[in-house]
C-alpha cells in the first residue's frame, strides 16, 4: 500500500507540476481544456493517496472521479492534441463543447451503468490522437513527435490496467501516465518548432 500510495503521489506532483510549468503561455481557453485534464488526474491521484491512508470516507468521491479521468479526462486531451497538432486556438465555444460532451458521456454512462464502456473512451481518444500526431509528423512538427511518445506511453499504461490484476498494474500505470504528462509538457514547449531542419 505505501508504493501504491508513493506511485500516485508522484503522479498527482508530475501531472500538476506539468501544467504549471509547460501549459502557462497558452491561449485561455486551451490552457482549460488541458488544465482540466491534467487537474482531474492530479486530484484523483491526491485523494486516492488520502484513502489509502485510512480516509475511508473517499472511497465513493474516488470511484467517481476515476470514472471522471476515464471520459472527460481523455477527451480534453484528444481535444487539445487536436489544438496543438493544426496550430489552432480554442474558443469559448470549443471549450463548452468539450467539456458538455465529456460530462454528458460521464453522466450517460453512469446513468445507464455502462462502467464496461468507460474503458473503451480513453484508448479510442488514444488512437484518435495518435491519427492527428502523424498528420503532425507528415508535416515535420517536434510537438507531434512527443505527441506520438505521450499517446503511446499512455497506450501502453491502458493496457497494463486493463491486463494486469489491480495490484500489480497500480505503480507502473502511474509511473507511465506520469511520464506521458511530461512528454504533453514538452509537445506543448516544442510547439511552432520544425523537426530535421
Known amino acids: 500500500m505505501i508504493l501504491h500510495s508513493l506511485s500516485e503521489l508522484i503522479l498527482s506532483i508530475t501531472a500538476f507540476a506539468v501544467f504549471l510549468i509547460f501549459f502557462q503561455k497558452q491561449p485561455i481557453y486551451g490552457r482549460l481544456i488541458w ?12 485523494l486516492t493517496v488520502l484513502w489509502y491512508l485510512g480516509w475511508e470516507a473517499l472511497a465513493p468521491v474516488v470511484g467517481s472521479l476515476r470514472r471522471l479521468e476515464d471520459t472527460l479526462g481523455p477527451l480534453c486531451m484528444l481535444v487539445g492534441t487536436w489544438l496543438l497538432v493544426g496550430h489552432l486556438i480554442a474558443t469559448r465555444f470549443t471549450f463548452w463543447a468539450t467539456i458538455g460532451a ?18 473503451v473512451v480513453q484508448p479510442l ?33 491502458a493496457k497494463l490496467r486493463l491486463g494486469l490484476s489491480p495490484t500489480e498494474s497500480y505503480d507502473p500505470y502511474h509511473l507511465l501516465v506520469a511520464v506521458s504528462a511530461f512528454c504533453l509538457g514538452k509537445a506543448v514547449q516544442s510547439q511552432g518548432r520544425m523537426l530535421f531542419k
Do not use: D, E, H
Request: net charge positive; charged share 5%; proline share 2%.
Open 35 to 46: 488544465g482540466i485534464f491534467f487537474v482531474i488526474i492530479s486530484v484523483t491521484s491526491l
Open 102 to 119: 465529456g460530462t454528458g458521456l460521464f453522466l450517460g454512462l453512469a446513468w445507464f451503468r455502462l462502467n464496461p464502456l468507460v474503458q
Open 125 to 157: 481518444c488514444i488512437v484518435i490522437a495518435l491519427l492527428i500526431a502523424c498528420c503532425g509528423l507528415l508535416q515535420r512538427q517536434k510537438s507531434a513527435l512527443w505527441v506520438v511518445f505521450a499517446m503511446t506511453i499512455l497506450a501502453l499504461s
